[in-house]
């Protein structure tokens, strides 16, 4: 009995401890937010206004999009590097349907509208090509065995091979009001594109706590093996994963066409960097298992802010492709420490 | 009797939570070949890494030839020509035999690898020991009786003194062990010493000729393998008296067939080269039964579990749980047929560290927790937890807790729990002890025959004789891949058990 209430005790206290390291590596990207944002307020006063500030907003919701995705797949402990490739590949396809096929393209202005399918079919043949690729790669990584990495090293350059030689290298712009509403209308006063990003960041922290397919993929990523010896399909939910990455791949297209007013084949590059960084700066680790929507939410506003901000202090793009470069690795060296600190308990 | 070439004295290790040895002296003469023997546990690994330098002792002096000696890392043991053949090789697949040989210090001309005069020397090496190959052919191309004569080579052209050899024959057929016996007999003559490990008492008889036994950790004795028999050496391995440190369980009337396995055959884990093959396995397990399975390291205990809990591809045989022949294409097909499985590696194969004890239990469950839209029915999730916590007195802080901060015995309990909660028919449970502390693991032991009790047929694998002894109402032994002998466990004793374990012929 005494036995048994001085081991509760130091489990207690030992969770304490952890809960202070842990508590601390969990709010660390807010705090750092902060910090930051602090420090670009003072900087340069324009930073806080409200047109910059959903202007962020708007620029990271695209970025949130692919994050939400690529937490699912993070969390599985694969990757996905097409993501770029296939939002500029998905945007073309919206871009040509919407306008009635190649031959209207370069048309601008309201006489090309009338000849187009509409923004709901381009939206859904957005959705289809991100959905079809990410089963193609879903399929290649589950049974032909070929690791994530490399399965989407080479969707990287298929998908972008694809987009160019579906519109021919040049752009497709100049759309409808409809289809422009997705980019960039307004509810009330907050852009559409961050409307969209905050109902997938509800749905899918929603899926992730609250359903089957969530806890799946947390224990597929925490142990595949101690999940396929629990009877769990380990094929079926990497499948799932990476085709759902390809449906917010596709939806990032098309909400980057409709607000750009314009889809082109170069789109989307080195976007997969960014959000890798964001989703790993937000805590989730790349040794899978273990990763908030919370977090990833917080890692890409922190990075649009750190970009935001360099822009407005005129720092080079040059400069900021840098301290990206930089922050990944620190955020996975920070991710490294957490885990060896979690062994030792 | 001359002087010794290694005399080790006083040796003591120990790690946290075990004594791995104590007070152990160990000799072996020049010439001479000289079983280590021992049941799993007893301390022979540890005892071996300390003479390859992978660990350092706690205690105690290693002599050769009479000079003191320190052997702080396995460089070290090389350099005085101590050289260890593992099990599990230490070839470089990717690589030919003569790269193999000279790996580290390569031959060389002007700074560069000098690869005719590695070529020719490598074939003279390898010539030494009987193979007549191209010494530019990869290791990974050669049979695995090629690849130990290619180590032994290795071995040789270290100026080797002494040479351990792990397990040397568990891979090899039989004509391949005796041409690896005449090869130990050529060494001999050139006054090398070879210490043999073996879990095979008959070629301990046929070619060492002495014999040091370990047990839990102590010396229990060295002799000239002239002065004893086999039964003997049975004797000095087991020893202790079998106490039985549990209380029996009332032996319930066994009730109708629950799991029938006919004529099992298999390669184990594909990605497992060291997995054992299974051959022409029968048993059958009753409802409230507890099956032991017993065997030493390498017998195929695990293989069998795998196979019949479809984790491992089965090459043949049928599988029927209460009456039904099973169609297994992954661990899902077995579950569905109310087959559970505790596996052997806690920790590698059965927990989920990064997640909370919550997550742990219910994991193989959800499907009979489904709310609607795919959603987790919480409150049902709460309920199994609180049930399953109760009665198996889980101790947690709450559900929320990360299943790493739980103690080994309760970690392990939340695996049984994960099981219960799906009411298997069979439940397979690898080393269910493992690892944890002697009250938690009489609490283990309790709730296994509860479990049997309520109607569960149960197959109990333990590498601890007396735990099976305790556990199981009936004992199968197994070795090699195949089943020797089978024992009600009211007549089993460890010297009957460990016979059947390590004898060609079932005694």
């Known amino acids: 009995m005494s036995r048994s209430s001085v081991d509760q005790a130091g489990a207690a206290a030992a969770d304490r401890q952890v809960d202070l390291f842990g508590l601390l590596a969990k709010f660390a990207p807010l705090i750092f937010l902060l910090v930051l944002m602090a420090v670009f307020a003072i900087l340069q006063p324009r930073f806080l206004s409200s047109l910059n500030l959903f202007n962020v907003m708007r620029q990271v919701s695209i970025f949130g999009l692919l994050a939400i995705g690529m937490t699912f797949v993070i969390l599985t402990r694969g990757i996905d590097l097409s993501i770029g490739s296939l939002l500029a590949f998905a945007g073309l396809v919206a871009a040509a349907v919407a306008k009635g096929g190649l031959e209207s393209r370069f048309a601008v202005g309201a006489g090309a509208e009338a000849a187009g399918y509409g923004w709901p079919l381009a939206l859904v043949a957005a959705l289809g090509v991100g959905v079809a690729a990410g089963a193609l790669q879903g399929f290649a990584i589950t049974r032909l065995k070929v690791p994530p990495f490399v399965v989407t090293l080479g969707g990287m350059s298929a998908f972008r091979g694809a987009a160019l030689l579906f519109a021919g290298g040049g752009p497709i712009s100049g759309f409808d009001e409809g289809y422009r509403w997705w980019g960039q209308g307004y509810v009330g006063i907050v852009p559409v594109p961050v409307i969209i990003f905050g109902l997938f960041a509800l749905a899918a922290h929603v899926v992730l706590r609250y359903t089957h397919f969530g806890r799946r993929i947390y224990a597929v990523g925490g142990n595949p093996e101690a999940a396929r010896l629990s009877g769990l399909n380990v094929d079926r939910v990497t499948l799932q994963v990476y085709v759902l990455m390809g449906f917010m791949a596709g939806l990032g297209g098309f909400v980057l066409s409709a607000r750009l007013n314009s889809a082109e084949a170069v789109a989307g590059l080195t976007y997969e960097l960014t959000v890798i960084a964001s989703v790993v700066i937000g805590g989730t680790s790349l040794f899978g298992g273990i990763g908030t929507i919370f977090g990833t939410v917080v890692g890409t506003i922190l990075i649009g802010v750190l970009l935001n901000g360099l822009v407005l202090n005129n720092v080079s793009s040059y400069v900021q492709q840098i301290i990206i470069g930089v922050i990944i690795v620190l955020a996975v060296a920070f991710d490294t420490f957490a885990k060896s600190r979690r062994r030792r308990v | ?507």
Request: with cysteine.
């Open chain 2, 1 to 507: 009797m001359p002087a010794p070439l290694l005399r080790m004295a006083g040796i003591a290790k120990s790690f946290p939570g075990v004594q791995a040895l104590t007070d152990v002296t160990f000799e072996v003469a020049a010439g001479e070949v000289h079983a280590l023997l021992g049941e799993n546990g007893a301390g022979k690994s540890t005892l071996l890494k300390i003479l390859a330098g992978a660990q350092s002792p706690d205690a105690g002096t290693i002599t050769l030839a009479g000079q003191p000696i320190s052997l702080p890392s396995p460089q070290a043991a090389q350099a005085l020509g101590i050289i260890t053949i593992y099990q599990e090789f230490n070839l470089i697949p990717t690589l030919s035999i003569a790269e193999n040989v000279f790996i580290g210090r390569e031959p060389a001309r002007f700074g560069l690898v000098d690869w005719r005069r590695m070529n020719a020397e490598a074939k003279g090496i390898i010539a030494q020991v009987g193979l007549e190959l191209d010494p530019r052919r990869l290791v990974s191309d050669l049979s695995v009786a090629e690849q130990q004569m290619v180590e032994i080579a290795r071995a040789l052209s270290m100026q080797s003194r002494l040479i351990i050899m792990d397990e040397p024959t568990s891979a090899l057929s039989e004509v391949e062990v005796l041409r690896l016996f005449e090869l130990i007999r050529a060494l001999k003559v050139r006054g090398i010493a070879i210490i043999f490990v073996t879990h095979r008492l008959e070629e301990v008889m046929q070619l060492c000729d002495a014999v040091t036994v370990l047990r839990d950790g102590r010396l229990v004795g060295r002799a000239p393998i002239g002065e004893l028999s086999v039964d003997g050496l049975i004797r000095m391995m087991v020893g202790r008296e079998v106490e039985r440190l549990f209380a029996q369980r009332p032996r319930v009337e066994a009730g109708a067939l629950a799991l029938e396995v006919e004529g099992l055959a298999s390669t184990g884990d594909p990605m497992d080269q060291h997995a054992t093959s299974l051959h022409d396995i029968h048993l059958t397990v009753r409802r409230g039964e507890i099956l032991g399975l017993a065997g030493l390291v390498g017998a195929g205990r695990t293989e069998l579990a795998r196979a019949i809990f479809g984790a491992d591809p089965i090459a043949g045989g049928r599988i029927k749980v209460a009456g039904e022949v099973l169609t297994l294409r992954s661990p899902e097909d077995a579950i569905a047929a109310g087959i559970g499985l505790v596996p052997e590696d806690r920790k590698q194969q059965a927990l989920f560290l990064s997640l909370a004890v919550r997550n742990n239990l219910s994991i193989a469950a959800l499907g009979r927790l489904a709310g609607r839209f795919g959603f987790l029915d919480s409150a049902a999730e709460d309920r199994l937890i609180k049930r399953y916590g109760e009665r198996l007195s889980i101790k947690m802080a709450s559900p929320e807790q990360a299943i790493a901060n739980l103690s080994g015995g309760n970690q392990q309990k939340v695996v049984l729990a994960r099981w219960l909660a799906l009411e298997p028919k069979v439940l397979i449970v690898d080393e269910p002890t493992r690892g944890i502390d002697v009250a938690a693991k009489a609490e283990v032991h309790q709730l296994l025959f509860e479990l049997a009790e309520s109607g569960i047929a149960i197959i109990a694998i333990s590498s601890e004789l007396p735990e099976v002894m305790t556990i199981s109402d009936r004992i199968v032994t197994m070795r090699e891949g195949r089943i020797t002998g089978e024992l009600p466990a009211a007549e089993a004793s460890e010297e009957r058990l460990m016979a059947l374990m390590t004898l060609r012929q079932a005694a």
